[in-house]
């Protein structure tokens, strides 16, 4: 339970090392090749048996429907977009902005969030709506392409849960978002674990 809302919301997300999420044209081999070599799926079914409901933006929804395989079965997925018909995939629910996607998972009893986008992932941090990062990190510079992280109106402080370190120079850290209201204990530098 966070304050204002009955649910969590968490990112779990790969960028480049200079923090883009897709090329300009939405490429992510840059991403998959170097998580395939990496080896294991990286934390990802421990992440997604967690939560149970993924919000994404229509950017990530879209090329998503090009997969074998629908990746969020059994999950509530809401897809935020104000262009897409309503109804069209039943797979998911779509919601016209932010204030409605809230009320609209509120209702539902939602628990734990995973969000996606990286447009939706600012708005979610804009809003104060973000209460986990996991950031995978593959090692290369892309220069230019979607950004993970944008202006935000102020800073986001954040708590250092861990680091992983994969195969193939993938990196892997979780933060929390320090809340004025939490008093988070002392962290000590736990190093590369
Ligand atoms: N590296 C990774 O791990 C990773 C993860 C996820 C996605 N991706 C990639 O990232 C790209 C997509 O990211 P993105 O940042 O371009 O887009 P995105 O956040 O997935 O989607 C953006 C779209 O979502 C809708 N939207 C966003 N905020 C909204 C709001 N507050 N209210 C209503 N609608 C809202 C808008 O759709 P409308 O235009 O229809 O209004 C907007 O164009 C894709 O290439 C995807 O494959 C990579």
């Known amino acids: 339970m966070t304050a204002g809302r009955p649910f969590t919301c968490s990112v ?65 997925v809401a897809v935020l977009s104000t262009t897409l018909e309503e109804g069209a995939d039943p797979r998911v629910t779509v919601y016209r902005d932010l204030d409605r996607l809230l009320r609209g998972l509120a209702e539902r009893g939602t628990k734990s969030v995973y969000v996606d986008g990286g447009q939706v992932i600012r708005a979610f941090l804009r809003a104060g709506l973000i209460d986990e990062i996991t950031i995978t990190t593959v090692p290369v510079l892309l220069g230019t392409g979607l950004p993970l992280f944008g202006p935000l109106g102020g800073d986001v402080p954040l708590v250092h ?33």
């Open 12 to 76: 779990f997300i790969g960028t480049s090392l200079d923090g883009f999420i897709a090329r300009a044209d939405g490429d992510l081999g840059w991403l998959t090749s170097r998580g395939e070599a990496a080896g294991g799926d990286l934390g990802y079914q421990e992440f997604a048996d967690g939560i149970d409901t993924v919000v994404m933006g229509r950017g990530t929804y879209e090329p998503g429907l090009t997969y074998d395989l629908w990746p969020h079965e059994g999950k509530h």
């Open 161 to 193: 849960l861990s680091t992983r370190v994969f195969g193939a120079g993938v990196v892997q850290s979780t933060y929390a978002v320090e809340r004025p209201d939490s008093r988070p204990s002392p962290v000590l530098d736990q190093g590369l674990k």
